[in-house]
Structures are given as C-alpha cells and as structure tokens.
C-alpha cells in the first residue's frame, strides 16, 4: 500500500482469525477505534478467516483494506497449511509496502513465517496475545516436527523483529521466553477497553432484567479454551442447592452444538441462556450478578477487564494470569477442584456480596482506559 498523503503511518495489523468477533479482533477494533485515522492507517491480512466481518460496514473501517487468506485452520494446522501461508505471503509482500507490520498472534510458527517475509523494508512487531499458543495436530510425525523447529521460530523472531509487545507479562514468556521481560524493546499493551461504557448503571440494570434470580454471566467464544463444559457443570450443581439461579452465556462457536446438548442432558433449558453473538454486552453486564471465567488458558481475557469495570465479583480458574486481578473483585479457583468445589465456593462467596461499585480508579491508573492507551500506540507508531 502506499502512502495516499504522504502523513499518515500505514500499518498493517496481521493475525489468523477464525472468523468469530474475539479477542484480538476486539483488541484491534478498540484501539483503531480510538485512533486518529489521519496519523495512522490499519489494513488488516487474516492468514485464516475473516474476524472483522461484523464490523466491515462501520465507519471505523471504511478506509481499511482487509485481506483474507483462507491458509489456516482454526486448529490443528501441520506442514501443508504452513507452506500454503508462506507462499500466500510472499505474494502479498511482493505487492504491497507498509511502514510497519504488527503481528498479532502468539503462535511462533506464524509469527516467523510473517516476520520473514514482511520484514524486509518494513518495521516488524511481534504481539503475544495468549498464554497458550499451539493446538497439537493429531499426526505425530507433525507434532515432532513442530517441537524441533519451534526454538529455531523463535530466535529468528528475536533476530529479525524490532519491538515485541504482549497483552501481560505472562503471554510475553510463552512467545519470547523470560529475558525479554529485561529487554527495552518490550512493552506490554494492556487490553484496555472504555470503561465509562461499562461502568455499572442501575438503570440499564433494570432494563435488562426480567426477575429477582441471581445471575451468573459469561462473555466468550464457545471453544475449548474457554471451557464451556465444565462451566455448565459448576452451573448444574450451584443450580441444585439454589434454584433461584440463572445462567447467561454471550459467544459462539464450534462447541454451541455440544453445550445445547449438555444444558438438554442436565435439564437446564429453563435456567441457562444462550444469547450467542451480540452487540450490547456492557449492558446485558449490567444485569449479571457475578462473572465465571473457567478458562483452560488466556493471555489478558478482555471480557475480565469488562466485568471488572461493570463491577461484577468474578471467580476465574488459577490456569490465567494473575494479571487479570486488577481489583479486588476477582478471586481465583484451581480448575482440578472440580464443578462441586466450585459450586460450593461460589455459593459462599453468594452470601458475601455487598452492593456493588465500578473499581474506575484502579483501572485507570493501571492503564485500562482506551482513549489514553490508543493514543500511546498512536504515538508510538508515528515516532517509529
């Protein structure tokens, strides 16, 4: 792409995408949203699928060229589909120039691949976003293949990119390794979100509910990271002890077919809500009484920093970052408890509950407001 006035900074802001609205395309989203489009341009290349597809007629990408792949799969990618990306790349780096290439994935395969061909001319960042990068292939000769040139991945991103960014510290070790965390040319980008949006509103809160129960959120795609199995099954035994009690769950997914069919086998149809995709999540927030994140791995869960700003008490697995407790309202369980202890300590924790308060300040203050955080990776692009 070339530069139209020759002002602003043209970068081109790559990940897989599975083509669901998660994470990284919110991350994204967010920050460009926030950005003054004259300083700086985004166009987007999905090695996978298309993430952005339910914000392509917004004006915040209107400007924006997003390029879409079709190389990865969700899951379970080997050898074939990483040559497949390579020579896609190649092609697409032999055609177009951009003034910085940010990448944004924490696999190091792809993390390489794009490095190697982006970075001639170009300025390269490399973006942890996870914790927990690989899902193995089921073929064992491509899982052995995989761990050999794993190490090799990841110096050559070390060698060869200029600034290496991470949603926590915790995500930055799984794709660099721990002496980068003493590196100046790192930086952790805090998921930051517009916490005046999310603040909790009694009124909105009146909108959004229907009854007096007491009710359990979760916000996140219906994959197995997010552990959607087991956070019905802590749902089925508090709902035994408390049938005063619902269950709202906002995503999709590849697991929505399997979860219909466990909230059907426990009898829960009648006390779970499956909203699917949906635009007005700060709100239905504002209605929830307590958040779950049962996750098996996250690198900075965006929808924990949401609740935190809504002022939901939230009880997370201890298999996350204990960089998601920016407050006081999160608390942390081990996933091998099981669903009973679970339920068991999440009914305690029911009776402990005493009014509710967005902890603003403590967000703040530890960089989670998106208007001052875009206009630092504003900066921060312009001065590259």
């Known amino acids: 792409m070339d530069n139209k006035d020759n002002k602003s900074v043209n970068v081109l802001q790559i990940t897989i995408g599975d083509g669901s609205y998660g994470g990284v395309a919110s991350f994204l989203y967010s920050y460009y949203s926030h950005m003054n489009h004259d300083k700086v341009h985004f166009d987007f290349l999905y090695c996978g699928e298309n993430s952005m597809k339910s914000k392509m007629d917004t004006s915040v990408l209107k400007e924006s060229k997003i390029t879409t792949l079709h190389a990865l799969k969700p899951k379970g990618n080997g050898i074939k589909e990483y040559l497949k990306l390579a020579k896609l790349l190649k092609k697409y780096f032999g055609q177009n120039h951009y003034d910085i290439v940010?990448?944004?994935?924490?696999?190091?395969?792809?993390?390489?691949?794009?490095?190697?061909?982006?970075?001639?001319?170009?300025?390269?960042?490399?973006?942890?976003?996870?914790?927990?990068?690989?899902?193995?292939?089921?073929?064992?000769?491509?899982?052995?293949?995989?761990?050999?040139?794993?190490?090799?991945?990841?110096?050559?991103?070390?060698?060869?990119?200029?600034?290496?960014?991470?949603?926590?510290?915790?995500?930055?070790?799984?794709?660099?390794?721990?002496?980068?965390?003493?590196?100046?040319?790192?930086?952790?980008?805090?998921?930051?979100?517009?916490?005046?949006?999310?603040?909790?509103?009694?009124?909105?809160?009146?909108?959004?509910?229907?009854?007096?129960?007491?009710?359990?959120?979760?916000?996140?795609?219906?994959?197995?990271?997010?552990?959607?199995?087991?956070?019905?099954?802590?749902?089925?035994?508090?709902?035994?002890?408390?049938?005063?009690?619902?269950?709202?769950?906002?995503?999709?997914?590849?697991?929505?077919?399997?979860?219909?069919?466990?909230?059907?086998?426990l009898g829960l149809e009648d006390s779970v809500v499956l909203y699917g995709r949906r635009g007005d999540v700060a709100n239905i927030m504002q209605a929830m009484d307590m958040f779950l994140l049962p996750s098996l791995?996250?690198?900075?869960?965006?929808?924990?920093?949401?609740?935190?700003?809504?002022?939901?008490?939230?009880?997370?697995?201890?298999?996350?970052?204990?960089?998601?407790?920016?407050?006081?309202?999160?608390?942390?369980?081990?996933l091998d408890d099981g669903a009973e202890k679970w339920a068991e300590y999440i009914l305690e924790y029911m009776d402990e509950l005493e009014g509710r308060k967005s902890p603003k300040e403590e967000l703040e203050k530890e960089g989670y407001e998106i208007n001052t955080a875009a206009l630092w990776l504003e900066e921060f692009y312009a001065n590259l």
């Not at 090799?152 to 990119?161: H, N, S, T």
């Not at 799984?174 to 100046?184: A, E, F, H, R, V």
């Not at 509910?209 to 009710?215: L, V, W, Y």
Request: glycine fraction near 4%; proline fraction near 2%; charge should be positive.
């Open 102 to 265: 940010h990448i944004n994935t924490a696999n190091v395969f792809v993390s390489a691949i794009v490095t190697h061909f982006a970075h001639k001319g170009s300025i390269c960042i490399a973006h942890s976003h996870n914790t927990k990068s690989i899902v193995k292939n089921k073929n064992v000769i491509v899982e052995s293949v995989k761990t050999l040139i794993r190490k090799p991945c990841r110096q050559y991103i070390l060698a060869k990119d200029e600034y290496f960014f991470a949603c926590s510290k915790a995500a930055a070790v799984n794709l660099y390794g721990k002496k980068i965390l003493s590196s100046d040319k790192f930086r952790v980008i805090k998921n930051a979100i517009d916490i005046s949006k999310y603040t909790y509103d009694t009124e909105i809160r009146k909108q959004y509910r229907k009854s007096d129960k007491f009710i359990f959120g979760h916000v996140g795609r219906l994959t197995e990271q997010k552990n959607p199995e087991f956070l019905i099954q802590v749902f089925y035994e508090i709902h035994k002890k408390n049938k005063n009690t619902e269950l709202w769950m906002i995503g999709e997914g590849e697991k929505e077919k399997i979860i219909k069919n466990l909230i059907h086998q």
């Open 297 to 334: 791995y996250e690198g900075l869960s965006i929808v924990a920093i949401e609740a935190q700003a809504a002022g939901l008490p939230i009880v997370a697995s201890d298999s996350i970052s204990p960089e998601h407790k920016v407050s006081n309202l999160v608390r942390f369980l081990p």
